[in-house]
């Protein structure tokens, strides 16, 4: 599709329960896309590392507010308007909000080229603004105690941050790996989206949400898999 084309249609038309399995998949396989680039350039560059672990972060929760588009889905078509306005799908710090809320993945000791990097914290919920920042750093030149920083001066001294966020997110991806490898498991997730999104959204600790998403992935193998 040449550009004028893709121009009169993005964001048009209606979405089934299907298509919004489909983009489901397509969510998480960009996700990890979005990450093995983090991984490649975190020696070389690793403030623009960070800021595409970011965006694998918040493509992953895209994963996860689809849930519940694909829930609205069941019984009629939704559009785009309806699924942006309702899911605030972009906006970044939402995106972010939501991975938080539900990926907080504990890492206890983590190996990273030779290095053992040790954490004891989860994601915290309120990092929102602070990840949208780091984000911005890592492509951009900004202004930092009255003189302009580069995004290689920034990330100088980050190379930890990004190795930490990028173990976090490939936890996340690794938990969601039965339900989204395929497109054909995301699709069988979206008809079943209804019982998936009570999960989401039942007040859960990371060790309650892994293990419901467990016992909602076992119960359903035969058709997931």
């Known amino acids: 599709m040449n550009v004028h084309e893709f121009i009169k249609t993005i964001r048009t038309g209606d979405l089934s ?4 399995g489909k ?3 397509k969510s998480f396989v960009n996700a990890g896309e979005l990450l093995e680039d983090a991984e490649l350039l975190l020696p070389h560059r690793p403030a ?3 800021s595409l672990a970011i ?3 918040e493509e992953t929760a895209k994963t996860v507010l ?5 829930a609205k889905a069941r019984n009629k078509n939704i559009t785009w308007s309806e699924l942006e306005k309702d899911l605030k799908l972009r906006s970044h710090a939402h995106k972010q909000a939501v991975f938080s809320a539900y990926g907080k993945a504990i890492l206890e000791k983590l190996e990273v080229e030779g290095e053992n990097l040790f954490t004891e914290e989860s994601l915290p919920g309120g990092m929102g603004p602070l ?3 780091m984000k911005q750093l890592g492509f951009y030149v900004d202004v930092a105690d009255g003189k302009f920083i580069s995004p290689m001066e920034f990330g100088s001294d980050d190379a930890d941050w ?3 966020l990028i173990a976090v997110v490939k936890q996340r991806l690794d938990s969601f790996e039965k339900l989204h490898s395929t497109e054909e498991k995301s699709i069988k997730v979206a008809k079943k989206a209804g019982e998936l999104v009570e999960i989401i959204a039942s007040p859960n600790d990371d060790n309650s949400f892994q293990n419901k998403l467990k016992k909602f992935t076992k119960e359903y193998e035969k058709k997931l898999i």
Do not use: F, Q, S, V
């Open 162 to 164: 990004a190795r930490w």
């Open 131 to 133: 990840l949208d920042w």
């Open 55 to 57: 965006l694998a972060l």
């Open 48 to 50: 623009r590392a960070l």
């Open 23 to 25: 983009g489901m998949h």
């Open 66 to 70: 689809l849930t519940n588009a694909a």
């Open 17 to 20: 329960n299907e298509a919004i």
